[in-house]
Protein backbone atom coordinates (compact mmCIF):
# COMPACT_ATOMS: atom_id res chain seq x y z
CA UNK A 1 0.00 0.00 0.00
CA UNK A 2 2.39 2.51 1.48
CA UNK A 3 1.60 5.71 -0.62
CA UNK A 4 -0.76 4.26 -3.51
CA UNK A 5 -3.14 6.03 -1.95
CA UNK A 6 -1.32 8.84 -1.09
CA UNK A 7 -0.66 9.32 -4.40
CA UNK A 8 -4.09 8.33 -6.06
CA UNK A 9 -6.05 11.35 -4.51
CA UNK A 10 -3.02 13.96 -5.44
CA UNK A 11 -2.28 16.29 -8.04
CA UNK A 12 1.21 16.97 -7.40
CA UNK A 13 1.32 20.07 -9.80
CA UNK A 14 -1.67 21.78 -7.73
CA UNK A 15 -0.18 20.66 -4.02
CA UNK A 16 3.40 21.80 -2.66
CA UNK A 17 2.81 18.28 -0.48
CA UNK A 18 5.97 15.68 -1.62
CA UNK A 19 5.09 12.94 -4.03
CA UNK A 20 6.24 10.38 -1.29
CA UNK A 21 9.99 10.13 0.91
CA UNK A 22 10.10 6.49 0.02
CA UNK A 23 11.75 7.05 -3.37
CA UNK A 24 14.73 5.20 -2.06
CA UNK A 25 12.20 2.29 -0.74
CA UNK A 26 9.59 0.60 -3.21
CA UNK A 27 6.38 0.98 -1.69
CA UNK A 28 5.91 -2.53 -3.13
CA UNK A 29 7.70 -5.17 -4.21
CA UNK A 30 9.47 -5.26 -7.68
CA UNK A 31 8.91 -7.85 -10.25
CA UNK A 32 11.63 -9.76 -12.34
CA UNK A 33 11.36 -12.40 -14.89
CA UNK A 34 13.72 -14.28 -16.89
CA UNK A 35 11.67 -15.38 -20.35
CA UNK A 36 13.43 -18.10 -21.96
CA UNK A 37 13.28 -16.90 -25.77
CA UNK A 38 13.61 -19.16 -28.52
CA UNK A 39 13.97 -16.85 -31.34
CA UNK A 40 16.71 -16.17 -34.11
CA UNK A 41 18.86 -17.45 -31.12
CA UNK A 42 17.84 -19.37 -27.78
CA UNK A 43 18.69 -17.00 -24.89
CA UNK A 44 17.31 -15.93 -21.78
CA UNK A 45 16.25 -12.42 -21.37
CA UNK A 46 16.33 -10.83 -17.50
CA UNK A 47 13.92 -8.65 -16.86
CA UNK A 48 14.12 -5.83 -14.11
CA UNK A 49 10.66 -3.56 -12.89
CA UNK A 50 12.21 0.01 -13.14
CA UNK A 51 9.69 3.23 -13.11
CA UNK A 52 6.90 1.33 -14.83
CA UNK A 53 9.23 -0.56 -17.64
CA UNK A 54 11.00 -3.69 -17.41
CA UNK A 55 14.90 -3.16 -17.44
CA UNK A 56 15.67 -5.84 -19.96
CA UNK A 57 19.19 -7.92 -20.46
CA UNK A 58 19.46 -10.66 -23.44
CA UNK A 59 21.70 -13.20 -21.79
CA UNK A 60 22.59 -16.09 -24.37
CA UNK A 61 23.25 -18.39 -22.04
CA UNK A 62 21.50 -17.97 -19.53
CA UNK A 63 22.49 -17.52 -15.55
CA UNK A 64 24.81 -19.05 -13.94
CA UNK A 65 24.98 -19.71 -10.19
CA UNK A 66 28.77 -19.84 -10.38
CA UNK A 67 30.82 -16.49 -9.44
CA UNK A 68 33.05 -17.44 -11.56
CA UNK A 69 30.94 -17.95 -14.75
CA UNK A 70 30.58 -14.22 -15.57
CA UNK A 71 27.65 -14.92 -18.73
CA UNK A 72 27.21 -12.20 -21.45
CA UNK A 73 24.33 -9.83 -21.02
CA UNK A 74 23.16 -7.39 -24.08
CA UNK A 75 21.16 -4.46 -22.64
CA UNK A 76 18.03 -4.04 -25.03
CA UNK A 77 14.97 -1.57 -25.03
CA UNK A 78 13.20 -1.75 -22.12
CA UNK A 79 9.98 -3.58 -22.25
CA UNK A 80 6.19 -3.06 -21.26
CA UNK A 81 5.22 -4.18 -17.90
CA UNK A 82 2.34 -6.79 -19.06
CA UNK A 83 5.10 -8.31 -21.18
CA UNK A 84 6.44 -10.00 -18.12
CA UNK A 85 3.86 -12.12 -17.72
CA UNK A 86 4.11 -13.28 -21.08
CA UNK A 87 4.50 -16.97 -22.24
CA UNK A 88 3.73 -17.64 -25.82
CA UNK A 89 4.49 -17.75 -29.25
CA UNK A 90 5.53 -14.40 -31.25
CA UNK A 91 4.04 -15.91 -34.43
CA UNK A 92 6.35 -12.96 -36.89
CA UNK A 93 8.15 -10.32 -36.51
CA UNK A 94 10.98 -9.40 -34.28
CA UNK A 95 12.06 -11.63 -31.84
CA UNK A 96 9.58 -14.18 -33.15
CA UNK A 97 9.54 -17.53 -31.88
CA UNK A 98 8.75 -19.19 -28.00
CA UNK A 99 8.75 -17.18 -25.09
CA UNK A 100 8.99 -19.39 -21.93
CA UNK A 101 8.48 -17.70 -18.58
CA UNK A 102 11.17 -19.51 -17.18
CA UNK A 103 11.70 -17.70 -13.93
CA UNK A 104 10.15 -15.10 -12.05
CA UNK A 105 9.25 -13.07 -8.40
CA UNK A 106 10.58 -9.94 -7.02
CA UNK A 107 13.92 -7.71 -7.02
CA UNK A 108 15.77 -5.58 -4.73
CA UNK A 109 17.93 -3.12 -6.08
CA UNK A 110 21.34 -2.73 -3.58
CA UNK A 111 22.01 0.34 -4.43
CA UNK A 112 19.75 3.25 -3.49
CA UNK A 113 19.47 5.10 -6.95
CA UNK A 114 19.12 2.45 -9.67
CA UNK A 115 19.40 5.42 -12.43
CA UNK A 116 22.90 6.37 -11.40
CA UNK A 117 23.88 2.49 -11.24
CA UNK A 118 22.36 2.18 -14.96
CA UNK A 119 24.23 5.35 -15.80
CA UNK A 120 27.55 4.24 -14.13
CA UNK A 121 27.18 0.46 -15.11
CA UNK A 122 26.95 -1.00 -11.75
CA UNK A 123 23.78 -2.34 -10.86
CA UNK A 124 23.98 -4.80 -7.70
CA UNK A 125 20.52 -6.49 -7.14
CA UNK A 126 18.70 -9.28 -4.88
CA UNK A 127 16.66 -11.49 -6.94
CA UNK A 128 13.64 -13.52 -5.02
CA UNK A 129 12.50 -16.06 -7.57
CA UNK A 130 11.79 -19.88 -8.19
CA UNK A 131 14.84 -20.03 -9.60
CA UNK A 132 17.52 -17.81 -8.97
CA UNK A 133 17.96 -16.05 -5.65
CA UNK A 134 20.44 -14.48 -3.58
CA UNK A 135 22.86 -11.33 -4.69
CA UNK A 136 23.46 -10.53 -8.19
CA UNK A 137 25.54 -7.97 -10.48
CA UNK A 138 25.52 -6.18 -13.52
CA UNK A 139 28.41 -5.04 -14.62
CA UNK A 140 28.78 -3.01 -18.12
CA UNK A 141 31.91 -3.64 -19.56
CA UNK A 142 30.76 -2.30 -23.39
CA UNK A 143 31.82 1.08 -24.86
CA UNK A 144 34.86 1.34 -23.16
CA UNK A 145 37.74 1.84 -25.46
CA UNK A 146 35.59 2.82 -28.30
CA UNK A 147 35.13 -0.16 -30.45
CA UNK A 148 33.54 -2.11 -28.18
CA UNK A 149 29.61 -2.53 -28.36
CA UNK A 150 27.97 -0.27 -25.16
CA UNK A 151 25.42 -2.54 -24.82
CA UNK A 152 27.75 -5.08 -23.68
CA UNK A 153 27.27 -6.02 -19.84
CA UNK A 154 28.14 -9.25 -17.43
CA UNK A 155 25.67 -10.81 -15.35
CA UNK A 156 27.47 -12.48 -12.33
CA UNK A 157 26.46 -14.15 -9.17
CA UNK A 158 27.85 -13.14 -5.75
CA UNK A 159 29.05 -15.94 -3.09
CA UNK A 160 26.22 -16.01 -1.06
CA UNK A 161 24.01 -19.40 0.10
CA UNK A 162 22.81 -19.14 -3.09
CA UNK A 163 25.49 -19.86 -5.32
CA UNK A 164 27.20 -22.95 -6.61
CA UNK A 165 28.50 -25.71 -9.33
CA UNK A 166 24.55 -26.45 -10.35
CA UNK A 167 23.67 -25.62 -14.16
CA UNK A 168 20.26 -23.77 -13.21
CA UNK A 169 19.47 -23.20 -17.03
CA UNK A 170 19.86 -27.51 -17.21
CA UNK A 171 18.79 -28.65 -13.44
CA UNK A 172 15.24 -26.54 -14.19
CA UNK A 173 14.68 -25.96 -17.99
CA UNK A 174 10.87 -25.69 -18.30
CA UNK A 175 8.58 -23.20 -17.16
CA UNK A 176 7.54 -21.49 -14.00
CA UNK A 177 3.72 -20.75 -15.55
CA UNK A 178 3.04 -24.15 -17.20
CA UNK A 179 5.39 -26.32 -15.83
CA UNK A 180 6.26 -27.07 -19.88
CA UNK A 181 9.30 -27.25 -22.25
CA UNK A 182 8.85 -25.08 -25.58
CA UNK A 183 7.12 -27.86 -26.87
CA UNK A 184 4.59 -28.00 -24.67
CA UNK A 185 3.93 -24.31 -25.10
CA UNK A 186 3.28 -25.10 -28.58
CA UNK A 187 1.18 -27.97 -27.81
CA UNK A 188 -1.29 -26.29 -25.28
CA UNK A 189 -1.28 -22.59 -26.35
CA UNK A 190 -1.40 -22.81 -29.94
CA UNK A 191 -2.23 -25.72 -32.19
CA UNK A 192 -2.78 -24.33 -35.50
CA UNK A 193 0.42 -23.19 -35.50
CA UNK A 194 1.97 -26.72 -35.84
CA UNK A 195 -0.88 -28.43 -36.33
CA UNK A 196 -1.25 -27.09 -40.06
CA UNK A 197 1.44 -24.74 -40.96
CA UNK A 198 4.98 -24.93 -41.21
CA UNK A 199 6.91 -21.71 -40.13
CA UNK A 200 8.43 -19.51 -43.17
CA UNK A 201 11.44 -20.54 -44.41
CA UNK A 202 14.47 -18.05 -44.72
CA UNK A 203 14.93 -16.88 -41.20
CA UNK A 204 18.05 -18.31 -39.02
CA UNK A 205 14.80 -19.65 -36.75
CA UNK A 206 13.21 -21.41 -38.85
CA UNK A 207 15.15 -24.87 -38.80
CA UNK A 208 14.99 -24.89 -34.78
CA UNK A 209 11.68 -23.54 -34.98
CA UNK A 210 10.51 -27.05 -37.19
CA UNK A 211 12.31 -29.12 -34.61
CA UNK A 212 10.39 -27.76 -31.24
CA UNK A 213 6.81 -27.88 -33.53
CA UNK A 214 7.64 -31.20 -34.65
CA UNK A 215 8.15 -32.36 -30.66
CA UNK A 216 5.37 -30.40 -30.00
CA UNK A 217 3.00 -32.90 -32.48
CA UNK A 218 4.59 -35.48 -30.64
CA UNK A 219 4.00 -34.57 -27.25
CA UNK A 220 0.39 -33.90 -28.59
CA UNK A 221 -0.20 -37.03 -30.47
CA UNK A 222 1.42 -38.74 -26.96
CA UNK A 223 -1.43 -37.04 -24.67
CA UNK A 224 -3.91 -38.14 -27.36
CA UNK A 225 -3.28 -41.44 -27.26
CA UNK A 226 -5.38 -44.20 -25.46
CA UNK A 227 -3.42 -44.67 -21.93
CA UNK A 228 -2.48 -48.70 -23.34
CA UNK A 229 -0.99 -47.24 -26.40
CA UNK A 230 1.60 -44.61 -24.72
CA UNK A 231 5.02 -45.29 -24.65
CA UNK A 232 5.97 -48.07 -22.67
CA UNK A 233 9.15 -48.16 -19.98
CA UNK A 234 12.68 -48.68 -21.54
CA UNK A 235 12.66 -52.77 -22.06
CA UNK A 236 13.59 -54.69 -19.43
CA UNK A 237 17.01 -55.53 -20.57
CA UNK A 238 18.30 -52.87 -19.98
CA UNK A 239 17.04 -51.32 -17.08
CA UNK A 240 17.83 -54.44 -15.00
CA UNK A 241 21.71 -53.89 -15.39
CA UNK A 242 21.56 -49.97 -15.54
CA UNK A 243 22.15 -48.58 -12.22
CA UNK A 244 19.78 -46.17 -11.07
CA UNK A 245 19.77 -42.85 -11.50
CA UNK A 246 21.04 -40.49 -8.79
CA UNK A 247 17.83 -37.95 -8.48
CA UNK A 248 18.75 -34.58 -9.71
MN1 LIG B 1 14.45 -12.02 -26.45
Known amino acids: MALEEYRRKRDFKKTPEPPGTV ?10 CVQKHLASHL ?9 G ?9 GPSLDPKTKRLAMHVEDHPRDYGEFEGVIPEGYGAGIVMLWD ?4 TPEVTDVDAALKTGDLKFTLNGYKLKGSWVLVRTGGRGGSSD ?10 DDWSGDLDITEFAPKSVKSSGDFED ?3 EDMPAVWRS ?13 ATIIERAAKVKAEREK ?12 QTRKTPRKKAD
Do not use: C
Open 53 to 61: VLLSWAVPK
Open 150 to 159: ARQWLLIKHR
Open 185 to 187: ILA
Open 23 to 32: AKQPARELFF
Open 197 to 209: NRPAKGGEASAML
Open 226 to 237: PASEKKAAPARK
Open 43 to 51: HYDLRLEHN
Open 104 to 107: TGTW
